[in-house]
């Protein structure tokens, strides 16, 4: 197949999701072409099939808010004509559902036509989408979609909660790329971070209010009373100020490290010992899956799609979110000698159901699937 992937190319979930889709899509010999406006983050890899078509555009005074839909759209048009796209798969709802829709109206004008999926991540639902702001352009663009994937079953509801979806959405989960997500012998760098055999307790996000990174810090600051432990907070965000000012307040920052936006996530979690999610709403938690894939068990909160991945009592805990009580409690029995090895052996295993190779077939029997039906209707 010959496939246009739209996506944001940033550190956020859904890119990681939409560039590791095209690099295992591209190595079963698919033609992939990425559209966004800069290289995505995660497209360090040279492989033929794969294709990055970056969407520029003029900049001019008049323009307070730059139109990167219609650029978006712009470039759809021409990747799907002169590449000779047979499907175009969108990633995160807004703008790229809306984007998707004004460009088959312009194809269908110069005598094209190519199905559109729509994958939604999370906030382009649970948070942005449903704003009035976006609401009536994310339902619309949604059902004008040939078809819509959800990355969990959650997310699938919560979608049909609070829009009116009149198609049917296929729940495809978040995988993992069990080559590079391994544990790894890192016990130079576990040594200098916990000199005194200390455990350590990992956080990555991207700051956001929704995750609650401040619950981890309470989470930590509670158990430093009952053990020796550090805590590595990767990621950054609006809330970094918020979190650095809660450690001073707690006098937790000579045992915390600030390790910011680092591409290597995999070394740092092969030396952790625990993971934590604490989000408020978190539609599949992509984070959690990679951390489990190097070994760390997890303490995350109930919500979303999380019991979905995290088997509570088997690959970590789940706790009511913002219960920085039952959280602790958990965290102190998975860090507990006796029972830590089991866990870290559940947490693979757990993650192991989530392999790229359980899940791409399901994307690629789904895109069979809609172009299928894409063909049928036009041929009528
Ligand atoms: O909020 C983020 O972490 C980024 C966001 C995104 O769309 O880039 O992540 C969402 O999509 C990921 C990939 O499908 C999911 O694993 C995350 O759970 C989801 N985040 C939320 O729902 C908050």
Do not use: W
């Not at 799907?80 to 809306?98: G, N, R």
């Not at 094209?112 to 702001?133: C, E, F, N, R």
């Not at 039952?326 to 192991?352: C, G, S, V, W």
């Amino acid at each position: 197949m010959n496939i246009g992937i739209v996506l944001y190319p940033t550190f956020g979930g859904s890119g990681v999701v939409a560039t590791e889709l095209g690099k295992g899509l591209a190595k079963e010999g698919h033609k992939i072409h990425f559209i966004t406006y800069s290289q995505p983050t995660r497209l360090d890899f040279f492989n033929e099939n794969l294709f990055y078509h970056e969407v520029d555009f003029l900049s001019y005074p008049l323009f307070r808010y730059p139109p990167y839909e219609l650029a978006l759209a712009s470039k759809m048009v021409d990747v799907v004509i002169h590449e000779k796209l047979d499907l175009l798969h969108v990633h995160y709802a807004i703008p790229h559902a809306s984007a998707a829709y004004m460009a088959k109206q312009i194809l269908k004008t110069k005598g094209a036509d190519v199905p559109v999926i729509t994958t939604l991540h999370g906030t382009d639902i649970t948070l942005v989408g449903k704003d009035p702001s976006f609401e009536p352009v994310v339902t619309f663009s949604i059902n004008e979609s040939d078809g819509i994937t959800a990355v969990s079953e959650n997310l699938k509801q919560d979608t049909l909660d609070h829009f009116a979806i009149e198609k049917d959405i296929a729940v495809i989960p978040n995988f993992i790329d069990l080559n590079r997500f391994k544990k790894q012998k890192r016990d130079h760098f576990k040594t200098a971070i916990c000199p005194n055999n200390e455990k350590l307790v990992v956080h990555t996000s991207n700051f956001r209010k929704v995750k609650r990174v401040e619950d981890v810090v309470r989470v930590f600051y509670n158990l430093r009373k009952s053990m020796p432990v550090k805590l590595l907070l990767v990621g950054d965000g609006p809330e970094r100020i918020k979190i650095e000012n809660l450690c001073r307040e707690l006098d937790t920052c000579d045992d915390t490290r600030f390790l910011g936006k680092i591409e290597a996530v995999e070394e740092v979690l092969s030396v952790s010992d625990l993971f934590m999610m604490t989000s408020e709403k978190e539609s599949f938690g992509l984070a959690a899956l990679e951390a489990m894939a190097c070994e760390v068990p997890v303490i995350s909160s109930n919500a979303g799609g999380l019991p979905e991945l995290n088997v509570d009592g088997y690959s970590g805990f789940l706790c009511d979110v913002g219960d920085i009580d039952q959280m602790t409690e958990k965290a102190l029995y998975i860090l507990d000698d006796k029972n830590l090895p089991k866990f870290k052996e559940n947490a693979l295993n757990r993650a192991k159901e989530f392999e790229i190779s359980n899940i791409l077939p399901l994307y690629i029997d789904y895109y069979n699937f809609v172009i299928e039906n894409f063909n049928a209707r036009i041929s009528v």
